[in-house]
Nanobody
Framework: QVQLVESGGGSVQAGGSLRLSCAAS????????MGWYRQAPGKQRELVAS???????NDADSVKGRFTISRDNAKNTVLLQMNSLKPEDTAVYYC????????????WGQGTQVTVSS
């Protein structure tokens, strides 16, 4: 079992910033990747940004230049710094972890609400 603890969500005006944090604990063999997804009402869940075991970053075009993902391997933690927030960034943000390489297990946080007002 792996537990993901998310923090940092909240409400902010357009142009503001938030930082999301996700810390993993439990039966972790090796972290394949960690990342953030988001889901707005009536829309499907989409990738925001992820970082894999080698440090390779994959992020959505809509957040390039505004969001930065980073990791602290010693603490099994991933951070998402969100700057220049827009109303269209409003969504529930979910932390994601893929554990292992030969046998890969996927885990999700319970989600944290981000609301950006104009």
């Amino acid at each position: 079992q792996v537990q993901l603890v998310e923090s940092g969500g909240g409400s902010v005006q357009a142009g503001g910033s938030l930082r999301l944090s996700c810390a993993a604990s439990g039966r972790i063999s090796a972290i394949n990747s960690m990342g953030w997804y988001r889901q707005a009402p009536g829309k499907q869940r989409e990738l925001v940004a992820s970082i894999n075991h080698s440090g390779t970053v994959n992020d959505a075009d809509s957040v390039k230049g505004r969001f930065t993902i980073s990791r602290d391997n010693a603490k099994n933690t991933v951070l998402l710094q969100m700057n220049s927030l827009k109303p269209e960034d409003t969504a529930v943000y979910y932390c994601n972890l893929r554990n292992g390489f030969v046998y890969v297990s996927e885990y999700w946080g319970q989600g944290t609400q981000v609301t950006v007002s104009s």
